[in-house]
C-alpha cells in the first residue's frame, strides 16, 4: 500500500495522560500536515512541515502538543496531559513538492486518521 | 483569512439522481484553489475534484463537475447519477496559492444520503 498510514487508528486514554500518534506519508512527498477533526466539524490545521522543518503552526497547537518530522520521512504528534477536550480525530496528509497533478499545486493526500478518545 | 460555508447539514437523493451540494466562500487572496473530498465512515479523506481561481472553465472529473462562479464566490460540487456508494460527508475546502501558503482551510461539510 502506497497511501498515507497512520498508527494506531485508535487510541483511549485516561485524562492526564499522554500519548503518541505516527504519521507515515507518501515516499516521494516531502510535505507533511496534521489536522483535526472533532465530532461533526469539518478538519482544522495544525501544522505542516516541508521536509524536517516544521513552517507553520495554528494556535489550535497549544504548548500540549507537539510534531516532529525528525529525518524528513515520518512524523510523530505528541499530546501531553491530555484533556477531554482532545477528543477528536488527527488527520495527517502529504503532498509533493513542486511538481504535482495540478501544476504544483499539490493535492494533499490523506490518511486514514488517528482517532483519540479521552476517558 | 479565509472561509468556507457549507449550509446543507444533510442532502437525500434517490439513487441515479443528479445533486448539487453547495459551497461558498470568502477570501482576499487574488489566487486561490477549492478542493472537494469524500469522507465514508472510513475516515479517510479522498480528494475529488479541484478549482483553481484563474480557470475559465469549471473543472471536470467522470461523474463529479464544480459548478465555480467566481463573482458569487461560490464552487458547489455536482455529482451526476449518483450511486449507493456515493453516501458520505462531503468537505468543500481552499487555500491560497501564495508562495508558502498550504494550509487547507475546510467547510463544517455535508451528509449526503442516496437511497435505493
Known amino acids: 500500500d502506497t497511501g498515507v498510514s497512520q498508527n494506531p487508528r485508535h487510541k483511549i486514554t485516561k485524562r492526564g495522560q499522554n500519548v503518541t500518534f505516527r504519521c507515515d506519508p507518501i515516499s516521494e512527498h516531502n510535505r507533511l500536515y496534521w489536522y483535526r477533526q472533532t465530532l461533526g466539524q469539518g478538519p482544522e490545521f495544525l501544522t505542516y512541515?516541508?521536509?524536517?522543518?516544521?513552517?507553520?503552526k495554528s494556535r489550535l497547537l497549544s504548548d500540549r502538543f507537539s510534531a516532529e518530522r525528525p529525518k524528513g520521512s515520518f512524523s510523530t504528534l505528541e499530546i501531553q496531559r491530555t484533556e477531554q477536550g482532545d477528543s477528536a480525530m488527527y488527520l495527517c496528509?502529504?503532498?509533493?513538492?513542486?511538481?504535482?497533478?495540478?501544476?504544483?499545486?499539490?493535492?494533499?493526500?490523506f490518511g486514514p486518521g488517528t482517532r483519540l478518545t479521552v476517558l | 483569512a479565509q472561509k468556507i460555508t457549507q449550509t446543507q447539514p444533510g442532502m437525500f437523493v434517490q439513487e441515479k439522481e443528479a445533486v448539487t451540494l453547495d459551497c461558498t466562500y470568502d477570501?482576499?487572496?487574488?489566487?486561490?484553489?477549492l478542493f472537494w473530498y469524500k469522507q465514508p465512515s472510513s475516515g479517510e479523506m479522498i480528494f475529488l475534484i479541484y478549482?483553481?481561481?484563474?480557470?475559465?472553465q469549471n473543472a471536470t472529473e467522470g461523474r463529479y463537475s464544480l459548478n465555480f462562479q467566481k463573482a458569487r464566490k461560490s464552487a458547489n460540487l455536482v455529482i451526476s447519477a449518483s450511486q449507493l456508494g456515493d453516501s458520505a460527508m462531503y468537505f468543500c475546502a481552499m487555500r491560497g496559492l501564495i508562495q508558502g501558503a498550504q494550509k487547507l482551510v475546510f467547510g463544517q461539510g455535508t451528509r449526503l444520503t442516496i437511497n435505493p
Open positions: 496528509a502529504s503532498s509533493p513538492g513542486r511538481g504535482g497533478s495540478y501544476g504544483g499545486l499539490n493535492e494533499q493526500f
Open positions: 478549482q483553481g481561481s484563474y480557470d475559465e
Open positions: 512541515f516541508q521536509n524536517e522543518a516544521q513552517l507553520e
Open positions: 477570501t482576499s487572496d487574488q489566487s486561490y484553489g
